[in-house]
């Protein structure tokens, strides 16, 4: 009877144990946990996102076409820059245009880096640059931080809607070592948000797209991009201001800026620190 009891003991041990080791799994693997959508469910997901697409890219067209008339020169200037030349160019012909037609470069402006970091397009850090050169500095700052915390929210919200069958598909790794990580920082995610975007340890087109999959919140997410990309901004906006001197995206990171930029990322997270080592003594 003895040894019977002493094996149904060690069989419950085993079993609350298990128990407990999926539980903590399950926390962090809420990809596993959902249910895995099928092919058809891709393939719609990435026929809405064309619409979406197409729907956007009809917008910036009208955008455009209340744009000033510019001579077939200045309109081989206008597009999204792909480097340094392109954005010296783009900014000849805005500078030259902006103060007579300042709302509408405005909203060109606006318009194009909102849509670049929505749909994840290359050539925004060009933009952050141009913007130094064309407004003053704290207008500067908080139209780049404030056109990336739209664009990078209409990316999450994208993502919600149709981008969750292609995580799944083509992102699973990568999103559920992420998710795990938010997990241990989901009780001060602005600071971690915040420190992300300072440093390039993710890029930010796969924590725009993997942020709503893992549960992320929004208005959390806003802010810390919001207040994340200041720094970054700074060092590139504060570039801008010598924009023809520049020859490189690269020339505008030096290395006292990599420093502060270091410094920032540090003092984002040590409330967290500080607030597990006093939680710690208590």
């Not at 999204?80 to 509408?104: C, N, R, W």
Request: glycine share 6%; net charge positive.
């Amino acid at each position: 009877m003895a040894k019977k009891r002493r094996e149904k003991q060690e069989i419950s041990g085993l079993s609350s144990a298990q128990a407990e080791s999926h539980e903590d799994s399950g926390k962090t693997e809420i990809l596993k946990e959902s249910p895995r959508p099928s092919q058809g469910s891709a393939r719609m997901s990435l026929l809405i996102l064309a619409l979406i697409f197409t729907c956007s890219a009809s917008f910036m067209y009208l955008v455009y076409r209340h744009f000033p008339e510019l001579s077939e020169d200045e309109m081989e200037k206008i597009k999204i820059p792909k480097d340094m030349e392109d954005a010296k160019a783009l900014g000849t012909v805005l500078s030259k245009y902006k103060d007579t037609y300042y709302t509408q470069v405005l909203v060109a402006y606006f318009a194009t880096y909102v849509f670049l970091q929505t749909f994840a397009i290359p050539g925004s850090i060009f933009l952050s640059i141009l913007s130094g050169y064309l407004y003053p500095f704290p207008l500067a700052l908080f139209l780049v931080c404030l056109c990336s915390g739209l664009g990078a929210s209409f990316c999450y919200m994208l993502s919600y809607l149709v981008g969750r069958p292609m995580v799944y598909k083509y992102l699973t790794e990568r999103a559920q070592k992420w998710s795990q990580q938010v997990d241990k920082h989901r009780d001060h995610l602005i600071n971690y948000i915040i420190f992300l975007r300072i440093t390039p340890f993710l890029p930010n087109w796969f924590i725009n797209i993997t942020s709503p999959v893992i549960n992320v919140p929004l208005g959390v997410f806003f802010i810390g991009t919001f207040l994340g990309v200041a720094p970054p901004s700074f060092v590139a906006i504060n570039a801008g201001t010598t924009l023809y001197k520049l020859t490189t995206a690269g020339e505008a990171v030096s290395w006292n800026s990599l420093a502060v930029l270091g410094i920032l990322a540090i003092l984002s997270i040590l409330p967290v620190c500080f607030q597990k080592k006093l939680q710690k003594n208590l």
